[in-house]
């Protein structure tokens, strides 16, 4: 959601924004960061390289950060999404909110909600 907030816009944008503003608290943690920040550096997008270290940065002031404790392996798939639980469940996150259909695939996480941009807007508004 972070990255296509960053480079799309629109629903993960608008999602982005209510942590920006405080409505909500983004749960982020290191691997996370990394990943979003490794993702961002890509030449297909096209960032400089200052410009993703600023967005980085920002992130990390919005952001709680949360340890990432390994979890029991959950996401076979693509055992690489299970840091997100593992993001949500140690931060105490209220809802999951992802692109990844992966991630979307199982619903939710140890009665933690897995919403898309979309959805967890429907739910707060």
Same mark, same amino acid.
């Given at each position: 959601?972070?990255?296509?907030?960053?480079?799309?816009?629109?629903?993960?944008?608008?999602?982005?924004?209510?942590?920006?503003?405080?409505?909500?608290?983004?749960? %982020?943690?290191? @691997?996370?960061?990394?990943?979003?920040? #490794? +993702?961002?550096?890509?030449?297909?997008?096209?960032?400089? &390289?200052? !410009?993703?270290?600023?967005?980085?940065?920002?992130?990390?002031?919005? %952001?709680?950060? @949360?340890?990432?404790?390994?979890?029991? #392996? +959950?996401?076979?798939?693509?055992?690489?999404?299970?840091? &997100?639980? !593992?993001?949500?469940?140690?931060?105490?996150?209220?809802?999951?909110?992802?692109?990844?259909?992966?991630?979307?695939?199982?619903?939710?996480?140890?009665?933690?909600?897995?919403?898309?941009?979309?959805?967890?807007?429907?739910?707060?508004?």
């Amino acid at each position: 959601i972070i990255v296509s907030a960053v480079v799309f816009g629109g629903k993960p944008r608008e999602v982005l924004e209510l942590c920006i503003k405080g409505r909500h608290q983004l749960v %982020a943690c290191a @691997a996370i960061v990394a990943e979003t920040e #490794a +993702v961002l550096t890509r030449p297909k997008f096209g960032f400089p &390289v200052e !410009a993703v270290r600023m967005i980085t940065a920002e992130l990390l002031q919005i %952001a709680e950060l @949360a340890e990432t404790k390994r979890i029991p #392996a +959950v996401i076979a798939d693509d055992p690489d999404d299970d840091v &997100v639980l !593992a993001c949500a469940v140690n931060g105490k996150a209220d809802a999951i909110i992802s692109g990844d259909r992966h991630v979307k695939a199982i619903g939710s996480h140890r009665k933690i909600p897995i919403y898309d941009a979309a959805g967890f807007l429907a739910r707060v508004e």
